[in-house]
């Protein structure tokens, strides 16, 4: 039999296997009443349970403040940046008046304005500078009536 196994080893995996193996199981149905069962409080329990929902109550409070906080921070991050750009642009702003404000007080610019409105040059004395430094800066001053001469333009 070992020769005929060796010549052919296929005719020994090629047999029929039964459908199931070992004893079947049945399972019958049984109803089950348990409407008259009663549950006993277990203390023990109950103050773990407790004790659980107190740590996991108190673990997400601490979550949400570090996520809120979290939030916090790239909110202010985005406002500061916001009004750091405002900044600049105000800056920038700031500078280009400064500049329109230097080119329209310029002496040449009001000078050949005043020309085109024929208007004629001061004569010497009729300038009187309000920002110039008094020589005796420790005297008062007494106010003085100037004689104002009104020239019609044709």
């Not at 069962?37 to 979550?63: H, N, T, Y």
Request: aromatic share 8%.
């Amino acid at each position: 039999m070992a020769a005929a196994a060796a010549v052919n080893p296929g005719t020994i995996g090629s047999r029929r296997k039964p459908c199931w193996v070992g004893t079947p199981e049945i399972y019958f149905p049984k109803a089950i009443d348990n409407s008259r069962l009663v549950k006993v409080e277990d203390p023990k329990r109950s103050r773990e349970m407790r004790q659980f929902g107190i740590a996991l109550s108190c673990l997400f409070l601490l979550v949400m403040t570090y996520t809120w906080q979290h939030f916090k921070a790239i909110e202010y991050g985005y406002k500061v940046e916001s009004l750091r750009s405002q900044r600049d642009g105000l800056l920038e702003m700031n500078r280009a008046l400064r500049l329109e404000e230097a080119s329209l007080r310029s002496p040449d610019r009001i000078d050949k304005l005043a020309r085109e409105y024929g208007m004629q040059p001061p004569r010497a004395g009729q300038v009187i500078r309000m920002d110039s430094v008094l020589p005796d800066g420790g005297t008062p001053v007494i106010a003085s009536v100037a004689t104002v001469s009104v020239i019609s333009v044709p």
